[in-house]
């Protein structure tokens, strides 16, 4: 996955004419994009092929089964075209380990959640689901931008994995203390897909990430 705009294009748009002219706007700013159940619904498993021939592609599934289903679903993800894939870790270590697997290494577990929601059962659980992230081998982890300082905090546990960070925009969180807080990549849907001008959005937030890696 390149490493450049810093920015992971989460296109939750629901038909897959949206979804082709968002992506021609923006790629030249994005450095892969997510896909969610929203589009994946609307569009078609096809749609992550035909995206992952444009950028990378993280399937945003959020796994969350037994590890043979995991399993499955993971390895269906991959032969799609995905580059790699979100699961959840509060299903235990096994059906994690089962994902880093079947995707080779390549995926990322949600830790605290970005809403508001997000605080009540996820976030005291959340050192200890980057810790297990680290234990079975995954890519890296997803970290909310709403609450840069626990990015921060999970940083320090997880050394030098990766940190996708949703937040952005939409939900009240900013690129720029989310990346001084160390996160690698912003994962930004709404601010760039809603906007009446996806590519200066997305323009903007990427000179917003620049400037705060000064
Ligand atoms: O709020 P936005 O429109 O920028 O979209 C954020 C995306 O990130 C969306 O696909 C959502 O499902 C995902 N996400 C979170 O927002 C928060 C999390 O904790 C994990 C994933």
Known sequence: MQKS?????????????????VVEAVRDHV?????????????????????????????????ADIPNTNRLIVEQAMALGASAVICH????????????????????????MSHPGGRQFTAPVADRLAALAKAAGARGIVAPATRPERIADLRRIIGDME???????????????????????IIVGRAIYESPDPKSAAEKLAAEVKDSLR
């Open 163 to 185: 940190i996708i960070s949703p937040g952005v925009g939409a939900q009240g969180g900013r690129a720029s203390d989310a990346i001084r807080a160390g996160a690698d990549y």
């Open 5 to 21: 705009s810093r920015i992971i294009l989460a296109l939750d748009v629901t038909s897959r004419s949206d979804a082709r002219r």
């Open 89 to 112: 870790g509060f299903t235990g270590d096994d059906s994690v380990k089962a994902c880093v697997d079947a995707a080779k290494g390549q995926v990322f577990v949600v830790t605290e």
């Open 31 to 63: 450095d892969a994009i997510k896909v969610n159940w929203p589009l994946i619904l609307a569009a078609g498993p096809e749609i992550v092929r035909e995206l992952s021939k444009v950028k990378d592609v993280i399937c945003d599934m959020k796994i």
